[in-house]
């Protein structure tokens, strides 16, 4: 087995964790980057590294506004969300959020080492405690409040 280097090994050891948890995010980015790794794509490797997280994020920008672009949720329904008391405590939970994702995206940025144990834990979460893979960015943002780097 000379040609299955530890790199191999470790993206195929969390395709497992991403099957075992049926995390089919995990699963299909980490089947993606094997296919990158072992063809000539892996060239494209520095682009993936520089702009991967930002095309992430436009596209999970364009999820959640879809509803509103698309008429599902109204102007009317939007100007409402701040007259009652729980929308408003949904609007500070989601300011709260994004902060603590733009530190997390600092974080993972500066210490791509932490970023096995983030992937890690987000994995087991969903495997062992029924968790929904949404929060890498925000498990980054907390883990900057404790270790105190950004």
Known sequence: MAFLDPT??????????????????????????????????????????????????IILTIGVMAPIASGKISAGTLVRSFMHWQSILAIIVGVVVSWLGGR???????????????????????????????GPLIAAGLLSLMVGKT
């Open 8 to 57: 191999l090994l470790i993206l195929l050891v969390f395709a497992g964790l991403g099957i075992i948890s049926n995390n089919s995010a995990v699963t299909i980015a980490m089947f993606f980057l094997l296919t990158v790794r072992i063809t000539p794509l892996n060239q494209f490797f520095p682009w993936i590294e520089r702009y991967g997280l930002t095309i992430g994020i």
């Open 104 to 134: 997390g995206l600092t974080l993972m940025g500066s210490q791509p080492h932490l970023v096995a144990g983030l992937l890690i834990g987000t994995v087991l979460g969903v495997a062992l405690f029924k968790g929904v893979p949404v």
